[in-house]
């Protein structure tokens, strides 16, 4: 609470005057020079004040800078110190000038507070909110030796005159001189008759700076609830546990019913609509800012790969002409231009993003308590109209719902202001460092261009000659792919040794046979991640896509290890048909009316046709034992055909087989489906 502390010595010795002044005139005369002491005091006591001001920025504050000692906080120890000297010099300058007023001086300085009350105010508000804060620096400082010693050695050596021992002696006189103005100003009320022409004046000033030191008590009320409650907690799960109680739980408790109410519209929610357009407008900037910090991340990123020289240097292998050209200039923008620009956007774009974000943690976490809160005090107006009365612990929680929402009504919208203000700037930042990016690319663009065959050639010409050269390579591409159909012989099998036979059963089992790849010719690998692979290996598709979404090299697992390869040296291993009579393997019917489960013979028999023998085959996972009449025994490996891939009831967990002429039910989870025993792979060019 602002309030005096400690003597006023000018004060003191104003009264001694006053006093001995007394002895000397009429009674009559004495309120007329009471009030000219008064005034007096106010004018000789200002002066007083605004030197010592200046003794505490110019010399003391200025001597511990230059010690620089990076334990002490300046910042916290004197506040906004700078702007009440300022105000306070203007404003005993406007006093010392009333002096010539003679008989106007008593509306001159009534006009004077109520010209300086909203400035004062503001001032004084920020510094009386920070004071508390300032007498813990002190105290801590003095459990300091070497901090104290230093701290000691400055009020010696600027101010030895005041007899000083602690910082505190001038830390305390902005507080003492706003509380004391409302004094000040009554007593030369008292001492002026009701009938004057300045006595209204004065009792409109001395009610102005009552209300000002009233607004700043009010002030710091607020602040202090506020610290109370922005400061984002980081708790463990045991940490919470330990903070609940009963009376915790049941506040959270009604504070949830409450909520649920208002959801379901049981309840009216309280409304207002100055504050709900604050919240919005600073839930905007919050998840503005969120979303800006993420996409400038991304764009980093992005450029980064975009810039990186790999694509000519490592996978076509072309070291002369203009090939080579472009390598040595995506070398200079990636090893120089780009950390260059990295620095420069961490610097003004990112530190500054980041410095915003925190600074909005705060008052995210005010606006959270404030639900809360309002849910409490919802609950506590419902009590008091029912009961007519609340309890202290209910006053109070209302009170600080009250504290909270005036102080985010007072303050967002200058918060908001100034976030958005730093956004704006921010965003102006990474515009300008855009531009500088791109001139300097196309500088040096320029630069490589003009090193080349065609650098100067008109742009029409230029586009002219790439079009007939992409017209001649498509011609050439086109007779090279007649060339080669018409040259390649018919396909070789290419046979799998059984090692390999496992491997795709084991591969078939894991991906499904719509996976499978062959391997058209043999793959060393030359990066990290890469596979080493011979002619003919069969692999599984994990992902047709590497890790920075070049579809020109596939993720593959080959039975074991797993990798990346070229997507161009691989085929799919699809079935090879071939005519063999005999092979027949029976359709599913699909109709449900046409579901028969009879294990007797067929009405008719069908005539055999010839038909395509399948790559793959359905065999026995696992071995199964039958357990009635209805099922059939297997053994691992073994061969069946399916019949029905359900049961009666349709269930597809059990399915209808053939084994060797034996019909009955097998789990269909121990079904895979593997190439045959012989399988035809790949064709290959020799």
């Given at each position: 609470m602002?309030?005096?502390?400690?003597?006023?010595?000018?004060?003191?010795d104003a009264?001694?005057?006053?006093?001995?002044?007394?002895?000397?005139?009429?009674?009559c005369n004495?309120?007329?020079?009471?009030?000219?002491l008064a005034?007096?005091?106010?004018?000789t006591?200002?002066a007083?004040?605004?030197?010592n001001i200046?003794?505490?920025?110019s010399?003391?504050?200025?001597?511990?800078?230059?010690?620089?000692l990076?334990?002490l906080?300046?910042?916290g120890?004197f506040?906004?110190t700078?702007?009440?000297?300022?105000v306070s010099?203007?404003f005993?300058?406007?006093?010392?000038?009333?002096?010539?007023?003679?008989?106007?001086?008593l509306?001159?300085i009534?006009?004077?507070?109520q010209?300086f009350k909203?400035?004062m105010?503001?001032?004084?508000?920020?510094y009386?909110?920070?004071?508390?804060?300032?007498?813990l620096l002190?105290?801590?400082y003095?459990?300091?030796?070497r901090?104290?010693?230093?701290i000691l050695e400055?009020?010696?050596?600027t101010v030895?005159h005041t007899?000083?021992?602690d910082?505190?002696f001038f830390l305390?006189?902005?507080v003492?001189r706003?509380?004391?103005y409302p004094?000040l100003?009554?007593k030369?009320?008292?001492n002026?008759?009701t009938?004057?022409?300045?006595?209204?004046?004065?009792?409109?000033a001395?009610r102005a700076?009552?209300?000002?030191n009233?607004?700043i008590?009010?002030?710091?009320r607020r602040?202090?609830?506020a610290t109370?409650y922005?400061?984002a907690e980081h708790?463990?799960l045991?940490d919470?546990?330990a903070r609940l109680?009963?009376?915790?739980?049941?506040?959270?408790t009604t504070?949830?019913?409450r909520?649920?109410m208002h959801?379901?519209?049981?309840?009216?929610?309280m409304?207002?609509?100055?504050?709900?357009?604050l919240e919005?407008?600073?839930?905007?900037v919050v998840?503005?800012?969120?979303?800006?910090?993420?996409n400038?991340?991304?764009?980093?990123?992005?450029l980064?790969a975009?810039?990186?020289?790999?694509p000519?240097k490592?996978?076509?292998?072309i070291?002369?002409g203009?090939?080579?050209q472009y390598?040595?200039?995506?070398?200079?923008?990636?090893?120089?231009v780009?950390?260059?620009?990295?620095?420069?956007?961490d610097r003004?774009?990112?530190?500054?993003l980041?410095?915003?974000s925190d600074?909005?943690?705060?008052p995210?976490?005010?606006?959270k308590?404030r639900?809360d809160k309002?849910?409490?005090?919802e609950e506590?107006?419902?009590r008091k109209?029912e009961?007519?009365?609340v309890t202290?612990?209910?006053?109070?929680?209302?009170?600080?719902?009250?504290?909270?929402?005036?102080?985010?009504?007072?303050?967002?919208p200058?918060?908001?202001?100034?976030?958005?203000?730093?956004l704006?700037?921010?965003?102006?930042s990474?515009s300008?460092l855009?531009?500088d990016l791109a001139?300097?690319?196309?500088q040096?663009?320029?630069?490589?261009l003009?090193?080349?065959p065609?650098?100067?050639?008109?742009l029409?010409?230029?586009?002219k000659?790439v079009?007939d050269t992409l017209?001649?390579s498509?011609?050439?591409l086109?007779?090279?792919c007649?060339?080669f159909?018409?040259v390649?012989?018919?396909?070789?099998?290419?046979?799998l040794?059984?090692?390999e036979e496992?491997k795709?059963l084991?591969?078939?089992?894991?991906h499904?046979?719509?996976?499978?790849?062959q391997?058209t010719s043999n793959?060393?690998?030359s990066?990290d991640?890469d596979?080493t692979?011979?002619?003919?290996?069969?692999?599984?598709?994990?992902q047709s896509?590497?890790?920075?979404g070049?579809?020109?090299?596939?993720?593959?697992?080959?039975?074991?290890p797993?990798g990346?390869?070229?997507?161009g040296k691989?085929?799919?291993y699809?079935?090879v048909q071939s005519q063999?009579?005999?092979?027949?393997m029976?359709?599913?019917?699909?109709?449900?009316?046409?579901?028969r489960?009879?294990?007797a013979?067929p009405e008719?028999?069908?005539?055999?046709?010839a038909?395509f023998?399948?790559a793959?085959q359905?065999?026995a996972?696992?071995?199964f034992?039958?357990?009635s009449?209805?099922e059939v025994?297997?053994?691992?490996?073994?061969p069946?055909?399916?019949l029905?891939?359900?049961?009666?009831k349709g269930?597809?967990?059990?399915?209808l087989?053939?084994?060797n002429?034996r019909?009955g039910?097998?789990?269909?989870?121990?079904?895979?489906?593997?190439?045959v025993?012989k399988?035809v792979?790949?064709?290959?060019p020799?």
């Amino acid at each position: 609470m602002a309030s005096a502390r400690g003597a006023d010595p000018d004060a003191e010795d104003a009264a001694e005057t006053e006093e001995a002044t007394y002895e000397e005139v009429k009674p009559c005369n004495r309120m007329e020079l009471s009030q000219q002491l008064a005034v007096e005091e106010l004018i000789t006591t200002e002066a007083s004040y605004v030197h010592n001001i200046q003794l505490c920025v110019s010399d003391i504050r200025a001597h511990l800078q230059k010690k620089q000692l990076p334990d002490l906080d300046l910042e916290g120890l004197f506040s906004n110190t700078d702007d009440i000297l300022h105000v306070s010099r203007r404003f005993l300058k406007g006093l010392e000038a009333t002096a010539a007023q003679e008989h106007e001086q008593l509306l001159c300085i009534s006009a004077l507070f109520q010209e300086f009350k909203e400035e004062m105010e503001t001032i004084y508000k920020i510094y009386c909110a920070s004071y508390e804060h300032a007498l813990l620096l002190v105290e801590s400082y003095r459990k300091d030796p070497r901090l104290q010693e230093e701290i000691l050695e400055t009020l010696n050596a600027t101010v030895p005159h005041t007899g000083a021992s602690d910082l505190s002696f001038f830390l305390v006189m902005p507080v003492q001189r706003v509380t004391k103005y409302p004094l000040l100003l009554g007593k030369i009320l008292e001492n002026t008759p009701t009938s004057a022409s300045a006595y209204p004046a004065l009792q409109a000033a001395v009610r102005a700076m009552t209300q000002v030191n009233a607004n700043i008590n009010e002030y710091k009320r607020r602040r202090e609830v506020a610290t109370k409650y922005n400061k984002a907690e980081h708790l463990t799960l045991r940490d919470r546990f330990a903070r609940l109680n009963t009376h915790s739980i049941a506040k959270k408790t009604t504070r949830l019913s409450r909520l649920f109410m208002h959801e379901a519209g049981i309840v009216a929610k309280m409304e207002d609509r100055e504050y709900d357009n604050l919240e919005e407008k600073f839930q905007c900037v919050v998840s503005s800012v969120a979303v800006l910090k993420e996409n400038v991340a991304s764009y980093l990123g992005h450029l980064e790969a975009f810039l990186l020289p790999t694509p000519l240097k490592c996978e076509l292998q072309i070291n002369e002409g203009p090939a080579q050209q472009y390598q040595r200039f995506a070398e200079y923008l990636h090893c120089a231009v780009f950390p260059e620009f990295k620095r420069r956007l961490d610097r003004l774009v990112c530190q500054p993003l980041c410095s915003l974000s925190d600074m909005l943690v705060g008052p995210q976490q005010l606006v959270k308590k404030r639900l809360d809160k309002l849910l409490d005090y919802e609950e506590i107006q419902e009590r008091k109209s029912e009961m007519g009365s609340v309890t202290y612990d209910e006053e109070a929680a209302m009170n600080t719902y009250l504290a909270i929402n005036a102080l985010l009504v007072a303050e967002l919208p200058q918060f908001n202001q100034v976030a958005l203000q730093l956004l704006g700037e921010i965003l102006c930042s990474f515009s300008a460092l855009q531009q500088d990016l791109a001139a300097q690319v196309l500088q040096q663009a320029q630069k490589e261009l003009e090193q080349m065959p065609h650098g100067r050639m008109p742009l029409p010409s230029f586009w002219k000659m790439v079009e007939d050269t992409l017209q001649q390579s498509g011609a050439q591409l086109r007779t090279f792919c007649q060339t080669f159909e018409t040259v390649t012989p018919s396909p070789v099998t290419q046979p799998l040794n059984p090692a390999e036979e496992r491997k795709v059963l084991s591969l078939v089992s894991k991906h499904g046979p719509d996976k499978l790849y062959q391997v058209t010719s043999n793959i060393s690998g030359s990066k990290d991640l890469d596979l080493t692979l011979q002619r003919g290996q069969i692999v599984a598709l994990l992902q047709s896509v590497d890790t920075k979404g070049n579809t020109s090299r596939w993720l593959v697992d080959a039975g074991g290890p797993r990798g990346f390869v070229p997507a161009g040296k691989l085929q799919p291993y699809c079935p090879v048909q071939s005519q063999q009579p005999g092979m027949q393997m029976p359709a599913l019917e699909s109709s449900t009316e046409g579901r028969r489960h009879s294990y007797a013979a067929p009405e008719a028999p069908r005539p055999q046709v010839a038909t395509f023998t399948p790559a793959f085959q359905v065999v026995a996972g696992f071995s199964f034992a039958a357990r009635s009449p209805q099922e059939v025994s297997l053994q691992a490996g073994q061969p069946v055909v399916v019949l029905e891939p359900h049961d009666k009831k349709g269930s597809k967990e059990w399915s209808l087989v053939d084994v060797n002429g034996r019909r009955g039910y097998v789990p269909s989870s121990y079904l895979v489906t593997v190439p045959v025993q012989k399988p035809v792979g790949w064709s290959l060019p020799v």
